[in-house]
């Protein structure tokens, strides 16, 4: 301590000024590291969950528009309509299994951008 004391208070002040800058340097580099890391982790995060997501909406979406029809089917009493419904609730029930398909596929994490594609 009696270095401290036997300085000047320009010397002090110099002293405590490139301490603190570099306790601010040191921070930003910490912070900046942090940062990198989180975006990455953001960034892998969107790349997989998003289009599992993507995925099950299409999934409940069908789910829900098949159910619907084969309400209707029960609703309907002319063959011709009832035939239209039942070719939907078919197109319905194939969409379905090839989501359930492209879903199990991003779950297992093989072919991610096959089975965005397909």
Partial sequence: M??????????????????????V???FLIINKQLSQIGHEAITLSEESIPSLMVVNGI?????????NQYAILQK???DKRNEYLSLVN?????TDNLLLKY???????????AIIN
């Fill in 104 to 114: 199990s596929k991003l779950l297992s994490g093989s072919d991610d951008e096959n």
């Fill in 60 to 68: 409940y979406k069908n789910i829900s528009d098949l159910r619907r």
């Fill in 77 to 79: 009493n002319s063959d």
């Fill in 25 to 27: 340097i040191g921070l």
């Fill in 91 to 95: 197109k319905y029930y194939s969409d």
């Fill in 2 to 23: 009696n270095f401290l004391k036997n300085t000047s208070i320009l010397k002090k002040i110099t002293f405590s000024f490139i301490l603190i800058f570099v306790f």
